[in-house]
């Protein structure tokens, strides 16, 4: 049972270049419904641009995105990324706006909700993430991790079908991510399919249902959390481990 | 001629307080509201064309790019006189003919308008520019098309930041308002800066021109710490405690697996 109407994400061979810097080489990654793929890799692996590319904040140079089963490089991109939330390093709460505004503003002017209505489908999102008390507090007096599950509010109020986790933790003190981790385990269990960029090899291996790892603008490795961390095949994702953990 | 000598002359000179009480009225009924009315009036205008400037000068279209840039480099390179003239002159006979009109004075706040207009597009640029590529991204994610982002999210931080600058421009726009006297105006359109010449060239005594001074700098010296008060509040803010994160760690269910 979801708490979520999730979807399955699929994307196929997606290629990329920024001049003649190739930063995909041919991704692909399939996240059935309701699990929680997770992504890691070096630095300028290419992990972010993947996540953008999928949401057409970056249009692919070739390859297909399909949502349930269906490809959306021909929809409106505007239309496609209302069905995916997304949840950034760098939090990027609009500081001029309340926590309830920043919840709120997606509904009234995109789902065209009165302001009563927003208003409440907001502080019903925060209160989801433990922040209803905060709902007219401006962003800048909040903590990095209240400040990061505000974004999630955020992300959550659009009811997406997908969530994208872009290193969400990363920027925190380390005593605030635990919170956030915390949080996403939550989604995940809940049943919202996921795509999560992480540095947190544990939330990878304990949380996710799939691992992909990449480098250099390729898929390396995928499989089960099992498979990748007890028994990875290759010597760059063993490199990559005995680094990080 | 000893230092008293010299004393009284300037005294005489600039502080006759009989023409200066003689042109003070004046001041009040003509000169002050047409300075107000060239000012608010070009200030209102150059606000919006500089907007659409500063919007034209970071598209993504070329061609927008470069008439904003033109635009910009040539009424910024030019003496504000030199502006004033040319459009006034210029244009004076176009709109006689149009319009039927042979006020000057339309002309005068078009020129105010069209200077000021390349400064504040310049303002609205940098502010615009300096908002992190992050808030545009992350108002694109929910769904915002970039018009909506830009508007709604981009630009009210951006233009938010510039108050200052933008606040220093509509002091310059007082005082160049006084240029417009060059074209002639009309004695019911005189602004403050005409009033007084025109008192001190029929006494012969610049006195009136210090009136004219006392009603600029009562105008431009608030507003000159309005824009320091802003300043120092868009800096410090308002001040408020940051919370610990107190409930982080007991939202979710996950924090006890």
Known sequence: MSEFASGTLTAKNIHLSFGSNHVLRGIDLHVEKGTTASVIGPSGSGKSTLLRVMNRLIEPAQGDILLDGRSVLKDNPDELRRRIGMVFQQFNLFPHKTVAENVSLALRKLRGMSKEQAREDALAQLDLVGLKHKADARPANLSGGQQQRVAIARALAMKPEVMFFDEATSALDPELVKGVLALMTDLAKGGMTMVVVTHEMGFSRNVSDTVTFMDAGVVVETGSPEQLFSAPRTDRLKGFLSDVL | ?257
């Open chain 2, 1 to 257: 001629m000893d230092l008293q000598e010299i004393l009284k002359q300037l005294g005489e000179t600039f502080l006759d307080w009989k023409a200066i009480g003689e042109v003070i009225p004046k001041m009040f009924a003509v000169g002050l509201p047409n300075t107000i009315v060239l000012a608010v009036t070009s200030g209102v205008i150059g606000t919006v064309l500089g907007m659409a400037l500063a919007l034209m000068g970071i598209s993504r279209n070329p061609v927008a790019r470069w008439i904003a840039r033109i635009y910009t480099d040539v009424l910024r390179g030019l003496p504000p006189v030199l502006t004033i003239l040319v459009i006034g002159l210029g244009f004076g006979p176009i709109i006689r003919q149009l319009s039927g009109s042979t006020s000057p004075y339309p002309l005068a706040v078009a020129a105010l308008s069209l200077m000021s207009a390349a400064y504040i597009g310049e303002i609205f640029r940098s502010g615009i520019q300096s908002v992190d590529k992050g808030q545009l991204e992350a108002t694109r994610a929910l769904g915002f098309g970039y018009g909506p982002a830009m508007r709604l999210v981009v630009v009210p931080q951006g233009v938010r930041r510039v108050l200052p600058a933008l606040v220093n421009q509509f002091i310059a726009l007082i005082k160049e308002s006084s240029l417009v006297f060059l074209l002639g105006l009309l004695a019911s359109e005189r602004e403050i800066f005409q009033i007084g010449k025109d008192a001190a060239s029929t006494s012969g005594n610049l006195s009136p021109y210090v009136a004219a001074a006392i009603f600029y700098l009562a105008m431009t010296i608030p507003l000159t710490h309005f824009v320091n008060w802003i300043d120092r509040r868009l800096r410090t803010g308002r001040p408020e405690k940051k919370e610990p994160d107190e409930a982080a760690a007991v939202v979710g269910k996950g924090a006890q697996a």
